[in-house]
Protein backbone atom coordinates (compact mmCIF):
# COMPACT_ATOMS: atom_id res chain seq x y z
CA UNK A 1 0.00 0.00 0.00
CA UNK A 2 1.37 3.31 -0.90
CA UNK A 3 0.86 6.61 0.82
CA UNK A 4 -1.90 7.88 -1.82
CA UNK A 5 -3.41 4.29 -1.02
CA UNK A 6 -3.28 4.69 2.86
CA UNK A 7 -5.11 8.21 2.71
CA UNK A 8 -7.66 7.03 1.12
CA UNK A 9 -8.07 4.16 3.80
CA UNK A 10 -7.93 6.30 6.53
CA UNK A 11 -10.61 8.57 5.26
CA UNK A 12 -12.78 5.28 4.67
CA UNK A 13 -12.52 3.79 7.86
CA UNK A 14 -11.67 6.93 10.30
CA UNK A 15 -14.88 7.29 13.01
CA UNK A 16 -16.66 10.06 12.72
CA UNK A 17 -15.82 12.83 15.88
CA UNK A 18 -19.41 13.03 16.87
CA UNK A 19 -22.07 10.92 17.79
CA UNK A 20 -19.98 7.78 18.48
CA UNK A 21 -17.34 9.88 20.20
CA UNK A 22 -19.96 11.95 21.85
CA UNK A 23 -21.91 8.49 22.99
CA UNK A 24 -18.65 7.49 23.90
CA UNK A 25 -17.80 10.09 26.70
CA UNK A 26 -21.91 10.17 27.94
CA UNK A 27 -21.58 6.22 28.83
CA UNK A 28 -17.91 7.05 30.93
CA UNK A 29 -20.39 9.93 32.64
CA UNK A 30 -22.94 7.00 33.67
CA UNK A 31 -20.85 4.45 34.39
CA UNK A 32 -19.22 6.55 37.25
CA UNK A 33 -22.73 7.31 38.72
CA UNK A 34 -23.71 3.62 38.53
CA UNK A 35 -23.53 2.64 42.39
CA UNK A 36 -26.67 1.25 43.65
CA UNK A 37 -27.52 -2.30 43.60
CA UNK A 38 -30.58 -2.50 40.28
CA UNK A 39 -27.71 -0.36 38.41
CA UNK A 40 -30.12 1.92 37.63
CA UNK A 41 -29.42 3.77 34.05
CA UNK A 42 -27.19 0.35 33.09
CA UNK A 43 -29.34 0.06 29.71
CA UNK A 44 -28.07 3.61 28.63
CA UNK A 45 -24.64 2.07 28.75
CA UNK A 46 -25.42 -1.13 27.01
CA UNK A 47 -26.82 0.93 24.66
CA UNK A 48 -23.74 2.87 23.83
CA UNK A 49 -21.48 -0.24 23.79
CA UNK A 50 -23.95 -1.79 20.48
CA UNK A 51 -23.94 1.67 18.86
CA UNK A 52 -19.91 1.56 19.18
CA UNK A 53 -19.97 -2.05 18.52
CA UNK A 54 -22.43 -1.73 15.01
CA UNK A 55 -20.42 0.93 14.06
CA UNK A 56 -17.53 -0.94 13.71
CA UNK A 57 -19.28 -3.61 11.93
CA UNK A 58 -20.88 -1.47 9.41
CA UNK A 59 -17.23 0.35 8.56
CA UNK A 60 -15.81 -3.44 7.95
CA UNK A 61 -18.78 -4.01 4.98
CA UNK A 62 -19.98 -7.18 7.20
CA UNK A 63 -22.75 -8.25 5.20
CA UNK A 64 -26.64 -8.34 6.39
CA UNK A 65 -26.37 -11.61 7.82
CA UNK A 66 -22.73 -11.04 9.39
CA UNK A 67 -24.10 -7.91 11.12
CA UNK A 68 -26.99 -9.56 12.44
CA UNK A 69 -25.07 -12.59 14.20
CA UNK A 70 -22.38 -9.68 15.91
CA UNK A 71 -25.77 -7.65 16.73
CA UNK A 72 -26.44 -11.13 18.21
CA UNK A 73 -22.84 -11.48 19.67
CA UNK A 74 -22.96 -7.42 20.93
CA UNK A 75 -26.32 -8.35 23.18
CA UNK A 76 -25.20 -11.48 24.53
CA UNK A 77 -21.60 -9.75 25.50
CA UNK A 78 -23.68 -7.12 27.38
CA UNK A 79 -26.12 -9.30 29.17
CA UNK A 80 -23.13 -11.64 30.74
CA UNK A 81 -21.39 -8.36 31.55
CA UNK A 82 -24.87 -7.42 33.28
CA UNK A 83 -24.97 -10.55 34.90
CA UNK A 84 -21.43 -10.32 36.18
CA UNK A 85 -21.42 -7.02 37.46
CA UNK A 86 -24.62 -8.35 39.58
CA UNK A 87 -23.11 -11.60 40.91
CA UNK A 88 -19.77 -9.66 41.63
CA UNK A 89 -20.90 -6.05 42.89
CA UNK A 90 -18.52 -4.30 40.79
CA UNK A 91 -19.46 -0.68 41.23
CA UNK A 92 -18.01 2.44 39.36
CA UNK A 93 -15.22 2.64 37.85
CA UNK A 94 -14.65 -0.95 37.41
CA UNK A 95 -17.56 -1.22 35.15
CA UNK A 96 -15.91 0.16 32.36
CA UNK A 97 -13.24 -1.92 32.41
CA UNK A 98 -15.03 -4.78 32.40
CA UNK A 99 -17.93 -3.92 29.92
CA UNK A 100 -14.87 -3.23 27.61
CA UNK A 101 -12.88 -6.13 28.44
CA UNK A 102 -15.77 -8.53 27.30
CA UNK A 103 -16.82 -6.78 24.45
CA UNK A 104 -13.08 -6.64 22.56
CA UNK A 105 -12.54 -10.50 23.72
CA UNK A 106 -16.23 -11.12 22.16
CA UNK A 107 -16.63 -8.71 19.65
CA UNK A 108 -13.83 -5.98 18.58
CA UNK A 109 -11.57 -8.70 18.18
CA UNK A 110 -13.18 -11.05 16.27
CA UNK A 111 -14.32 -8.23 13.64
CA UNK A 112 -10.65 -7.40 13.07
CA UNK A 113 -9.01 -10.84 13.32
CA UNK A 114 -11.55 -11.09 10.36
CA UNK A 115 -9.57 -8.78 8.34
CA UNK A 116 -6.34 -9.49 7.25
CA UNK A 117 -3.64 -8.57 10.15
CA UNK A 118 -2.10 -5.21 8.36
CA UNK A 119 -5.21 -4.34 7.60
CA UNK A 120 -6.75 -4.42 10.65
CA UNK A 121 -3.31 -2.42 11.80
CA UNK A 122 -3.94 0.56 10.14
CA UNK A 123 -7.77 0.35 11.06
CA UNK A 124 -6.67 0.67 14.44
CA UNK A 125 -4.45 3.32 13.80
CA UNK A 126 -7.14 5.24 11.97
CA UNK A 127 -9.47 5.17 14.78
CA UNK A 128 -6.79 5.67 17.51
CA UNK A 129 -6.11 9.01 15.32
CA UNK A 130 -9.49 10.16 15.44
CA UNK A 131 -10.20 9.57 18.98
CA UNK A 132 -6.62 11.35 20.05
CA UNK A 133 -7.77 14.40 18.52
CA UNK A 134 -10.63 15.69 20.78
CA UNK A 135 -11.29 15.36 24.62
CA UNK A 136 -14.21 13.51 24.64
CA UNK A 137 -12.66 11.09 22.34
CA UNK A 138 -9.80 10.68 25.08
CA UNK A 139 -11.76 10.67 27.77
CA UNK A 140 -13.28 7.11 25.65
CA UNK A 141 -9.93 5.61 25.65
CA UNK A 142 -9.44 5.89 28.88
CA UNK A 143 -12.53 4.86 30.09
CA UNK A 144 -11.52 1.73 28.42
CA UNK A 145 -7.83 1.45 29.55
CA UNK A 146 -9.66 1.70 33.30
CA UNK A 147 -8.00 2.70 36.18
CA UNK A 148 -3.86 3.13 36.04
CA UNK A 149 -2.40 3.87 40.06
CA UNK A 150 0.33 5.79 39.94
CA UNK A 151 3.54 4.15 40.07
CA UNK A 152 6.69 5.90 39.25
CA UNK A 153 10.05 4.24 38.06
CA UNK A 154 13.30 5.32 37.82
CA UNK A 155 15.14 3.78 34.69
CA UNK A 156 17.86 5.06 32.42
CA UNK A 157 17.95 8.59 33.94
CA UNK A 158 13.85 9.22 33.23
CA UNK A 159 10.86 9.05 34.93
CA UNK A 160 7.93 6.68 34.01
CA UNK A 161 5.15 7.07 35.26
CA UNK A 162 4.24 3.34 35.76
CA UNK A 163 6.64 0.72 34.53
CA UNK A 164 4.53 -0.92 30.96
CA UNK A 165 4.82 1.01 27.64
CA UNK A 166 4.39 0.28 24.25
CA UNK A 167 6.95 -1.62 22.28
CA UNK A 168 7.85 0.11 18.79
CA UNK A 169 6.26 -1.10 15.88
CA UNK A 170 2.87 -0.09 16.53
CA UNK A 171 2.91 3.41 15.92
CA UNK A 172 5.84 3.46 13.21
CA UNK A 173 4.76 7.02 12.15
CA UNK A 174 4.35 8.89 15.56
CA UNK A 175 0.69 9.07 14.51
CA UNK A 176 -1.54 8.32 17.24
CA UNK A 177 1.14 8.91 20.56
CA UNK A 178 -1.47 11.12 22.33
CA UNK A 179 -4.25 8.17 22.12
CA UNK A 180 -1.79 5.47 23.25
CA UNK A 181 -1.04 7.79 26.14
CA UNK A 182 -4.80 8.29 27.00
CA UNK A 183 -5.16 4.02 26.97
CA UNK A 184 -2.83 4.36 30.16
CA UNK A 185 0.95 3.69 28.91
CA UNK A 186 3.49 5.23 30.67
CA UNK A 187 5.85 5.26 27.35
CA UNK A 188 5.55 5.13 23.49
CA UNK A 189 8.22 3.81 21.75
CA UNK A 190 7.98 4.99 18.02
CA UNK A 191 9.16 3.36 14.64
CA UNK A 192 11.78 2.05 13.72
CA UNK A 193 12.65 5.56 11.67
CA UNK A 194 14.97 5.74 9.21
CA UNK A 195 16.19 8.83 7.46
CA UNK A 196 14.60 8.53 4.39
CA UNK A 197 10.48 7.19 3.77
CA UNK A 198 10.62 3.77 3.02
CA UNK A 199 7.50 1.21 1.69
CA UNK A 200 9.04 -1.65 3.58
CA UNK A 201 8.86 -5.18 2.21
CA UNK A 202 6.05 -6.58 -0.47
CA UNK A 203 2.57 -7.76 1.37
CA UNK A 204 1.56 -9.89 2.87
CA UNK A 205 3.97 -8.92 5.07
CA UNK A 206 2.34 -9.68 8.69
CA UNK A 207 0.31 -12.56 10.08
CA UNK A 208 -1.18 -13.76 12.88
CA UNK A 209 -0.99 -17.42 14.83
CA UNK A 210 -4.01 -17.32 17.41
CA UNK A 211 -3.26 -20.75 18.22
CA UNK A 212 0.22 -19.53 19.56
CA UNK A 213 -0.95 -16.10 20.43
CA UNK A 214 1.63 -15.37 18.10
CA UNK A 215 2.61 -12.96 15.37
CA UNK A 216 4.83 -12.75 12.22
CA UNK A 217 5.99 -9.94 10.61
CA UNK A 218 7.95 -9.14 7.87
CA UNK A 219 7.80 -5.51 7.54
CA UNK A 220 11.16 -4.06 6.50
CA UNK A 221 10.76 -0.36 8.69
CA UNK A 222 7.89 0.54 6.42
CA UNK A 223 7.94 4.49 7.09
CA UNK A 224 7.09 7.96 6.47
CA UNK A 225 11.10 9.15 7.77
CA UNK A 226 12.25 10.98 10.87
CA UNK A 227 11.66 14.12 9.98
CA UNK A 228 7.48 13.03 9.01
CA UNK A 229 7.55 11.57 12.71
CA UNK A 230 9.11 14.54 13.93
CA UNK A 231 6.61 16.59 12.88
CA UNK A 232 3.99 15.42 14.48
CA UNK A 233 6.19 15.05 17.74
CA UNK A 234 6.70 18.36 17.56
CA UNK A 235 3.11 19.45 19.06
CA UNK A 236 3.75 16.38 22.19
CA UNK A 237 3.24 17.80 25.59
CA UNK A 238 5.70 16.37 27.73
CA UNK A 239 2.98 15.61 30.60
CA UNK A 240 1.42 12.97 28.56
CA UNK A 241 4.25 10.40 29.41
CA UNK A 242 7.92 9.71 27.94
CA UNK A 243 8.22 8.99 23.92
CA UNK A 244 11.02 6.75 23.01
CA UNK A 245 12.68 7.20 19.40
CA UNK A 246 13.52 3.81 17.82
CA UNK A 247 15.66 4.02 15.11
CA UNK A 248 17.53 2.19 12.02
CA UNK A 249 19.16 2.32 8.76
CA UNK A 250 17.70 2.56 5.23
CA UNK A 251 17.22 -0.59 3.73
CA UNK A 252 19.55 0.35 0.45
CA UNK A 253 22.43 1.49 3.24
CA UNK A 254 25.33 -0.31 3.20
CA UNK A 255 26.79 -1.53 6.81
CA UNK A 256 29.74 0.14 6.33
CA UNK A 257 27.92 3.27 6.05
CA UNK A 258 24.90 2.33 8.21
CA UNK A 259 25.86 5.40 11.73
CA UNK A 260 25.08 7.69 9.03
CA UNK A 261 21.10 6.44 8.64
CA UNK A 262 21.56 6.73 12.65
CA UNK A 263 22.97 9.96 13.04
CA UNK A 264 20.35 11.53 10.44
CA UNK A 265 17.43 10.18 12.19
CA UNK A 266 18.46 11.08 15.63
CA UNK A 267 18.83 14.87 14.41
CA UNK A 268 15.93 15.00 12.94
CA UNK A 269 14.14 13.85 16.21
CA UNK A 270 15.91 15.75 18.38
CA UNK A 271 14.35 17.54 20.80
CA UNK A 272 11.28 15.13 19.53
CA UNK A 273 11.78 12.26 21.95
CA UNK A 274 12.84 11.58 25.44
CA UNK A 275 15.42 8.56 24.48
CA UNK A 276 16.96 6.99 21.07
CA UNK A 277 16.42 3.02 20.66
CA UNK A 278 19.86 2.01 18.24
CA UNK A 279 17.84 -1.01 16.02
CA UNK A 280 20.30 -3.54 14.65
CA UNK A 281 18.06 -6.46 15.68
CA UNK A 282 15.30 -6.87 13.60
CA UNK A 283 15.33 -9.55 11.31
CA UNK A 284 13.42 -8.06 8.07
CA UNK A 285 16.25 -5.72 6.64
CA UNK A 286 19.09 -7.68 4.96
CA UNK A 287 22.03 -8.05 6.84
CA UNK A 288 21.03 -5.59 9.85
CA UNK A 289 21.63 -8.36 12.11
CA UNK A 290 25.48 -8.62 11.18
CA UNK A 291 25.83 -4.93 13.14
CA UNK A 292 25.76 -6.85 16.13
CA UNK A 293 28.88 -8.45 15.69
CA UNK A 294 31.76 -6.89 17.77
CA UNK A 295 33.52 -4.74 15.43
CA UNK A 296 30.76 -3.41 13.82
CA UNK A 297 28.75 -2.96 16.47
CA UNK A 298 31.32 -1.07 18.23
CA UNK A 299 32.14 1.53 15.50
CA UNK A 300 27.81 2.27 15.25
CA UNK A 301 27.76 2.59 19.15
CA UNK A 302 30.35 5.01 19.65
CA UNK A 303 29.71 7.17 16.50
CA UNK A 304 25.66 7.06 18.37
CA UNK A 305 27.41 7.90 21.44
CA UNK A 306 29.58 10.81 19.83
CA UNK A 307 26.35 12.15 17.99
CA UNK A 308 24.08 11.69 21.25
CA UNK A 309 26.89 13.99 23.23
CA UNK A 310 27.06 16.97 20.62
CA UNK A 311 23.88 17.77 20.75
CA UNK A 312 21.43 17.72 23.89
CA UNK A 313 22.48 14.42 25.11
CA UNK A 314 19.28 12.08 25.90
CA UNK A 315 19.68 8.69 27.15
CA UNK A 316 20.90 5.56 24.68
CA UNK A 317 19.24 2.27 24.71
CA UNK A 318 20.31 -0.66 22.10
CA UNK A 319 17.78 -3.48 21.38
CA UNK A 320 18.89 -6.67 20.70
CA UNK A 321 17.84 -9.96 19.07
CA UNK A 322 16.49 -12.88 21.16
CA UNK A 323 18.81 -15.60 19.10
CA UNK A 324 22.13 -14.67 20.41
CA UNK A 325 24.32 -16.64 22.40
CA UNK A 326 24.89 -15.51 26.31
CA UNK A 327 28.53 -14.89 25.77
CA UNK A 328 26.86 -12.49 22.47
CA UNK A 329 24.45 -10.93 24.31
CA UNK A 330 27.04 -10.19 27.43
CA UNK A 331 29.50 -8.86 25.39
CA UNK A 332 27.24 -6.13 23.64
CA UNK A 333 25.35 -5.47 27.22
CA UNK A 334 29.03 -4.77 28.11
CA UNK A 335 30.36 -2.89 25.41
CA UNK A 336 26.96 -0.22 25.14
CA UNK A 337 28.11 0.42 28.77
CA UNK A 338 31.60 1.03 27.71
CA UNK A 339 30.42 3.31 25.04
CA UNK A 340 27.77 5.20 27.20
CA UNK A 341 24.40 4.06 26.93
CA UNK A 342 22.28 3.93 29.66
CA UNK A 343 19.90 1.14 28.58
CA UNK A 344 18.99 -2.25 26.64
CA UNK A 345 15.90 -3.30 24.99
CA UNK A 346 15.33 -7.35 25.55
CA UNK A 347 14.58 -8.29 22.83
CA UNK A 348 13.35 -7.86 19.60
CA UNK A 349 11.36 -10.56 17.13
CA UNK A 350 13.08 -14.21 16.90
CA UNK A 351 13.36 -15.96 13.57
CA UNK A 352 13.03 -19.51 15.73
CA UNK A 353 10.21 -21.70 15.10
CA UNK A 354 10.21 -24.36 17.32
CA UNK A 355 7.84 -25.25 19.56
CA UNK A 356 4.50 -24.02 17.66
CA UNK A 357 1.35 -25.04 17.73
CA UNK A 358 0.57 -23.97 14.78
CA UNK A 359 0.83 -26.49 11.99
CA UNK A 360 4.14 -26.58 10.16
CA UNK A 361 2.68 -26.20 6.73
CA UNK A 362 0.76 -22.76 7.80
CA UNK A 363 3.94 -21.63 9.66
CA UNK A 364 6.17 -22.30 6.10
CA UNK A 365 3.48 -20.61 3.81
CA UNK A 366 3.98 -17.29 5.96
CA UNK A 367 7.28 -17.14 4.81
CA UNK A 368 10.54 -15.46 6.80
CA UNK A 369 10.05 -12.64 9.29
CA UNK A 370 10.65 -12.05 12.97
CA UNK A 371 8.04 -13.91 15.60
CA UNK A 372 6.73 -12.21 18.45
CA UNK A 373 4.23 -13.37 21.34
CA UNK A 374 4.06 -15.66 23.90
CA UNK A 375 6.83 -17.97 21.99
CA UNK A 376 8.78 -15.10 22.58
CA UNK A 377 8.34 -15.10 26.68
CA UNK A 378 11.07 -17.26 28.04
CA UNK A 379 13.82 -16.59 25.29
CA UNK A 380 13.67 -12.87 26.32
CA UNK A 381 13.40 -13.44 29.83
CA UNK A 382 16.64 -15.29 29.47
CA UNK A 383 18.35 -12.87 27.39
CA UNK A 384 17.27 -10.05 30.71
CA UNK A 385 18.39 -12.26 33.09
CA UNK A 386 22.49 -12.48 31.39
CA UNK A 387 22.16 -9.14 30.31
CA UNK A 388 21.94 -8.17 34.14
CA UNK A 389 24.54 -10.70 35.18
CA UNK A 390 27.46 -9.20 32.48
CA UNK A 391 26.54 -5.19 33.91
CA UNK A 392 24.74 -5.62 37.48
CA UNK A 393 23.31 -1.73 38.27
CA UNK A 394 25.04 0.32 35.64
CA UNK A 395 22.54 -0.47 32.85
CA UNK A 396 18.46 -0.17 32.75
CA UNK A 397 16.90 -3.07 30.93
CA UNK A 398 13.45 -3.03 29.33
CA UNK A 399 11.82 -6.18 28.65
CA UNK A 400 10.06 -7.16 25.91
CA UNK A 401 8.59 -10.36 24.39
CA UNK A 402 5.45 -12.38 25.26
CA UNK A 403 4.34 -10.15 27.84
CA UNK A 404 0.42 -10.55 28.06
CA UNK A 405 -0.19 -11.40 31.90
CA UNK A 406 0.59 -10.69 35.33
CA UNK A 407 2.99 -13.40 35.92
CA UNK A 408 4.78 -12.49 32.39
CA UNK A 409 5.16 -9.09 34.18
CA UNK A 410 6.52 -10.40 37.12
CA UNK A 411 8.74 -12.89 35.63
CA UNK A 412 10.65 -10.18 33.42
CA UNK A 413 10.64 -7.85 36.90
CA UNK A 414 12.41 -11.07 38.58
CA UNK A 415 14.63 -11.69 36.01
CA UNK A 416 15.80 -7.98 36.68
CA UNK A 417 13.69 -6.08 34.23
CA UNK A 418 13.28 -2.33 35.16
CA UNK A 419 10.23 -1.61 32.39
CA UNK A 420 8.48 -3.90 30.21
CA UNK A 421 7.11 -3.20 27.10
CA UNK A 422 3.80 -4.72 25.28
CA UNK A 423 2.99 -5.27 21.83
CA UNK A 424 1.39 -8.67 20.32
CA UNK A 425 -0.33 -9.07 23.63
CA UNK A 426 -1.83 -5.76 23.29
CA UNK A 427 -3.34 -6.79 19.80
CA UNK A 428 -4.40 -9.88 22.00
CA UNK A 429 -5.95 -8.67 25.00
CA UNK A 430 -6.90 -5.77 24.38
CA UNK A 431 -6.41 -1.85 26.16
CA UNK A 432 -7.16 -3.20 29.64
CA UNK A 433 -4.56 -5.16 29.76
CA UNK A 434 -2.01 -2.16 30.78
CA UNK A 435 -3.72 -1.16 34.15
CA UNK A 436 -3.98 -5.07 34.96
CA UNK A 437 0.03 -5.32 34.52
CA UNK A 438 1.23 -2.36 35.83
CA UNK A 439 -1.09 -3.12 39.34
CA UNK A 440 0.29 -6.97 39.32
CA UNK A 441 3.90 -5.29 39.50
CA UNK A 442 2.50 -2.92 41.96
CA UNK A 443 1.14 -5.57 44.06
CA UNK A 444 3.73 -8.36 44.23
Request: proline share 5%; net charge neutral.
Amino acid sequence: MNFDEFALFEEQFSLPQGEVVAVGAQAKLRDVQIFDPEFSGFMDVTVTVRKIALSLAERLHLGPIELEARREEIFQVVGKTRLSILNNRVHGANLTLLLWSMLYDRVLRPMLFSLPAEKAHNLTMAQLKALQGNALGRALLRAWAGPIASQPVHAMGLRFAHPVGLAAGLDKNAEAVRGFFALGFSHVEVGTLTPRPQPGNPMPRLFRLPSDQAIINRMGFNNRGAESAADRLAERDPAWGIVGGNVGKNKDTPNDRAEEDYILAMQALAGKVDYYTVNISSPNTPGLRDLQHEAALKTLLDSVSAENKRTQPIPLAVKMAPDLTKEEVQNMARMAATCGFQGIIATNTTIDRAGLRTPTQAVSAMGAGGLSGRPLAQRSTRVIEWVREAVGDHLSVIGVGGVFTAQDVLDKRNAGADLVQVYTGFVYQGPGMVGQLQTAWKND
